[in-house]
């Protein structure tokens, strides 16, 4: 099982509906669109996965989707990047996690603790594949970037050696 830990407000500024939902300080609307902006890409079932929001849970409340999705929220004094990095000091094996943040610093802590970083941009572009359950890799065709997961690309960097995925 991988571990994805995700910088909410840094991936939703990424995200032209959520950054708009931001402008207007509709927070709960902004969360719920950012859940489903994970859910639509990653396997939430199979995977471990936590977005960390800045803000402490009362302020903003719990999203109303139905989800295996782990929720956080920094109190402050600490914000989400202080959290993901106490979750990865925390973990007993950082190499199956990824990190999902454009956020330099999170990313350098990230590489320094041992697990993987995408940048908000890459994974926001990244489209799950949906084809009738059956991958391109068993129908022995060339994979479409457009259409294949971001663990599939993961997976791929990782056989060719890329350290940093």
């Given at each position: 099982m991988r571990t994805y830990l995700i910088d909410g407000y840094n991936l939703g500024h990424k995200i032209p509906q959520v950054k708009q939902f931001l402008n207007q300080r509709d927070f709960a609307a902004a969360i719920e669109m950012i859940i489903q902006v994970v859910q639509?890409?990653?396997?939430?079932?199979?995977?471990?996965?936590i977005i960390v929001f800045d803000g402490k849970k009362g302020?903003?409340?719990?999203p109303s989707l139905a989800?295996?999705?782990?929720?956080?929220?920094?109190?402050?004094?600490?914000?989400?990047?202080?959290?993901i990095r106490q979750l990865l000091r925390q973990a007993n094996d950082t190499s199956d996690t990824v990190v999902?943040?454009?956020?330099?610093?999170?990313?350098?802590?990230?590489?320094?603790?041992?697990a993987r970083s995408v940048t908000s941009e890459e994974f926001y572009s990244s489209k799950k594949q949906k084809r009738s359950g059956?991958?391109?890799m068993?129908?022995?065709?060339?994979?479409?970037?457009?259409?294949?997961?971001?663990?599939?690309?993961?997976?791929?960097?990782?056989?060719?050696?890329?350290?940093?995925?």
């Open positions: 639509q890409r990653l396997n939430t079932r199979k995977n471990r996965v302020i903003f409340e719990q989800t295996t999705i782990e929720i956080k929220f920094s109190r402050k004094p600490q914000e989400a990047d202080d959290v999902i943040s454009s956020d330099r610093a999170i990313i350098n802590s990230a590489k320094d603790l041992g059956r991958t391109s068993e129908n022995n065709e060339k994979p479409d970037p457009d259409q294949v997961d971001l663990d599939y690309w993961l997976e791929q960097f990782r056989k060719n050696g890329d350290e940093d995925l």
